[in-house]
């Protein structure tokens, strides 16, 4: 699987950004997807998580109530609306591949590039 994306950038805290993570490849093997991310110092983040189905959808505390993970099976495309941005949101977003189990936890695969955003102050 090829994971590819797009639309991050700079903008001032408040504002909203929306990710897309475009893959191709062997995209009917893929069970769930997420997004992570990881800022200067610090370890990659799993920031939201969505099923194949995309009925079922998981985010960090941190995010939760601002961020919503979504797919779009026919594009073979996952988002990520960013709503209310803050400056400690600032970090490289990375688009993943895995696999979500029916406890919660999600298993990292694939990655994309990472695609910077940038939350000014």
């Known amino acids: 699987v090829q994971l590819v994306e797009s639309g991050g950038g700079l903008v001032q805290a408040g504002g909203s950004l929306r990710l897309s993570c475009a893959a191709s490849?062997?995209?009917?093997?893929?069970?769930?997807m997420g997004w992570y991310r990881q800022a200067p110092g610090k370890q990659r983040e799993l920031v939201a998580a969505?099923?194949?189905?995309?009925?079922?959808?998981d985010y960090a505390y941190s995010v939760k109530g601002r961020f919503t993970i979504s797919r779009d099976n026919a594009k073979n495309t996952m988002y990520l609306q960013m709503n209310s941005l803050k400056p400690e949101d600032t970090a490289v977003y990375y688009c993943?591949?895995?696999?979500?189990?029916?406890?919660?936890?999600?298993?990292?695969?694939?990655w994309g590039q990472g695609t910077q955003v940038t939350v000014s102050s």
């Open positions: 969505i099923t194949s189905s995309g009925r079922t959808t």
């Open positions: 993943n591949a895995g696999f979500l189990a029916s406890s919660g936890k999600y298993y990292s695969g694939s």
């Open positions: 490849g062997s995209t009917v093997s893929i069970n769930a």
